[in-house]
């Protein structure tokens, strides 16, 4: 059991007044917030232990260069990863995607095909379309139902020989469905395909372990685990690793350089070309340390509470639709209620004091999948309470009977 009012003290923000009221932190999809001791550690790096890495012979570069790789394994544990070469530190989910889009891009040829889901952010389809237009591939999508379930049976029949690759959300930004990427790595497998998974909204909400799931790519940001912006991971199978060329050239990435060949970097080293952001990568290390202090499955345990008791309470509200009613479900929630626009709602909630997300959730073919424009999505975190939840919905009721 997690003591959410004493772990609430470590997230200061959460004291914030917007507009005379207390704020309503319900944007935790979108990006969530920072203990202190994430903020701390950034802090720190900066006061005690700035320096730049892998380069220095001198103590602060060797501390800094130390702390970075320390983070990196605190990463690969984290996910269960065996090795920590498989670990590469980008930006964040965008990065990451883009970056095995373009260099395991390069292994593709003219005709191989992709498959992507019907629920998949903008960054797991705008990189891939790319892709299909400069080697020209051919992108599929998986379907799924009315309620945001995958149709796995329409999915295995999407394979050809040509198949390479498939891409897919671990859970849904907009619907919180929560995909069965194990089953579906298998099915992959079996046709000779790899997977790439996007795990940016499973890492901070339930254990994740690589292995387990058998998936080739792994993918997430760390901003949306509690840890800083500007800082995120890509897991890959060192063997695929080790067949890609790079993403990007300059420093950090190289063994040798001179005009005749260059010599490229052993792994991780190879995909992390100029100076990394080793202050969030430390910070990152810090937030998953905090997670894992807390426990996972506790944390898994009270958001399920929080997005039942949610849904219970946002069922009563005339007029009012859930979009995503999956069987196996995190806590998102994305609503309408009647006529209102999501846009009204949302700006009328955020008078009292409540911040959702509005609009396409950067998922706009799952609007359209749905035949609506947008939605309002309000989004949990462990510190979140049901008096929280309370508050949002008699907002709701409030703002309904105002149309
Ligand atoms: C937020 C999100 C992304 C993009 O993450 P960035 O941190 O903006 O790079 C990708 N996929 C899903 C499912 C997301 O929720």
């Known amino acids: 059991m997690l003591d959410i009012e004493k772990i609430r003290q470590d997230f200061p923000i959460l004291d914030t007044q917007v507009y005379n009221r207390p704020l309503v932190y ?49 990463v690969r544990v984290f996910i269960g990863a065996e090795k920590r070469e498989e670990i590469v530190f980008t930006r964040g989910t965008t990065e990451s995607i883009n970056l095995v889009a373009f260099s395991y891009g390069e292994l593709l040829k003219e005709g191989d095909e992709i498959l992507v889901s019907a629920m998949e952010h903008h960054s797991n389809i705008v990189p891939w379309q790319l892709l299909c237009q400069r080697k020209g591939l051919v992108l599929k999508v998986v379907p799924m139902n009315d309620a945001g379930e995958l149709l796995v049976e329409e999915y295995e029949k999407l394979f050809t020989a040509k198949t390479k690759l498939v891409c897919v959300t671990h859970v849904s930004n907009v619907l919180g469905s929560v995909n069965p990427v194990a089953e579906m790595s298998r099915i992959a ?29 792994f993918v997430f940001s760390g901003h949306k685990i509690y840890g800083p912006t500007g800082i995120g991971v890509l897991y890959g199978r060192e ?11 300059g420093g950090e990435m190289i063994a040798s350089v001179s005009w005749e060949k260059t010599v490229y970097e052993h792994l991780p080293y ?134």
């Not at 920072?34 to 900066?46: D, G, L, N």
């Not at 079996?190 to 790519?217: R, W, Y």
């Open 239 to 249: 063997n695929l690793l080790d067949r890609m060329p790079p993403y990007q050239g």
């Open 270 to 403: 190879k995909f992390e070309a100029g100076t990394p952001n080793y202050v969030a990568s430390r910070a990152l290390k810090v937030a998953l340390d905090y997670v894992s202090t807390l426990g996972i499955e506790n944390i898994a345990a009270w958001e399920h509470e929080l997005g039942e008791y949610a849904t219970e309470s946002l069922m009563k509200i005339e007029g009012l639709r859930i979009f995503g009613n999956a069987g196996k479900k995190e806590p998102v929630i994305s609503f309408l209620v009647g006529d209102v626009h999501h846009l009204d709602m949302g700006t009328l909630l955020d008078r009292l004091g409540i911040a959702v997300r509005t609009g396409h959730h950067c998922a706009q073919p799952v609007m359209t999948r749905l035949g609506i424009e947008g939605t309002v999505r309000a989004s949990f975190a462990f510190y979140n309470t049901k008096a929280e939840i309370d508050a949002l919905a008699e907002g709701i009721e409030k703002i309904r009977r105002m149309f």
């Open 26 to 74: 319900l944007d935790n999809a979108a990006t969530t917030q920072k203990p202190r001791c994430v903020v701390e550690a950034e802090m720190a790096e900066y006061y005690h232990y700035n320096a730049n890495v892998h380069r220095g012979v001198h103590f602060l570069s060797e501390k800094a260069t130390e702390l970075l790789e320390e983070a990196r394994d605190s």
């Open 189 to 217: 497998h079996e046709h000779g395909a790899l997977i790439l998974v996007d795990g940016a909204q499973s890492v901070p909400h339930m254990p994740v372990d690589v292995k387990k799931l058998d998936c080739d790519f």
